[in-house]
């Protein structure tokens, strides 16, 4: 905007007269440097989110195995709790009916 205020206020002695033929070069100059310089940055991004994307999915592969584990060594251990109950209610069965009659009965307050 500077650049073609002061070439309009200068009127006969302008650098650039109207249709700022100079200002158009500067800025298509401009344009054909920054063209490749985004390119080569959004390329350095690309090969950054790649390196984090691989990153990533190494980290999610070995909280996947970690799970994997953890839900293995769960099965196991409901697969032993259920075992254990089953061989205490076999236990109870078996002395359930051995128990002597005294001790069933409730003892009398006093007695002891």
Request: glycine content about 2%.
């Amino acid at each position: 905007m500077g650049w073609i205020l002061l070439n309009v206020l200068m009127l006969s002695r302008a650098v650039d007269p109207y249709p700022f033929i100079l200002l158009n070069l500067m800025l298509s100059c401009v344009a054909a440097i920054q063209a490749p310089v985004i390119m080569m940055s959004q390329n350095r991004q690309e090969e950054k989110d790649r390196l984090r994307s691989l990153n990533d999915y190494k980290t999610n592969l070995k909280s996947e195995i970690i799970i994997e584990d953890l839900h293995h060594k769960i099965d196991q251990l409901l697969a032993n709790q259920a075992r254990l109950e089953e061989t205490l209610h076999r236990l109870e069965k078996r002395q359930s009916p051995a128990k002597p009659a005294e001790m069933t009965k409730p003892a009398a307050p006093g007695s002891v």
